[in-house]
């Protein structure tokens, strides 16, 4: 069984600063790649950055340069960190894992969800 727990959302100001975790637990996470997906209301879910098991990395364009996705195997744990944030950065954002190191879509395996809200 494979359990994905956010933590870190929040209400920020724009320009503003957040960083996400996830926690892993259950035969996840070293080996297999992990990502981000966000889904603001009346959009649809999106990629927004993922790692493998190399640190090989996948933004959306629309993060680029503004976040960072990183993982630290020892805890088990995936980040997010989330600088210059945007309004349109406001959405809830989810962890997800792969069943396979490589894969740069991970998403077969999502947390629950953790919600960010930028304000203007």
């Known amino acids: 069984q494979v359990q994905l727990v956010e933590s870190g959302g929040g209400l920020v100001q724009a320009g503003g600063s957040l960083r996400l975790s996830c926690t892993a637990s259950g035969s996840v996470f070293s080996r297999n790649a992990m990502g981000w997906y966000r889904q603001a209301p009346g959009k649809q879910r999106e990629l927004v950055a993922a790692i493998t098991r190399g640190d090989h990395t996948n933004y959306a364009d629309s993060v680029k340069g503004r976040f960072t996705v990183s993982r630290d195997n020892a805890k088990n744990t995936v980040y997010l960190q989330m600088n210059s944030l945007k309004t349109d950065d406001t959405a809830v954002y989810y962890c997800?894992?792969?069943?396979?190191?490589?894969?740069?879509?991970?998403?077969?395996?999502w947390g629950q969800g953790t919600q960010v809200t930028v304000s203007s």
């Open positions: 997800t894992a792969a069943k396979t190191g490589w894969s740069l879509i991970p998403n077969d395996y």
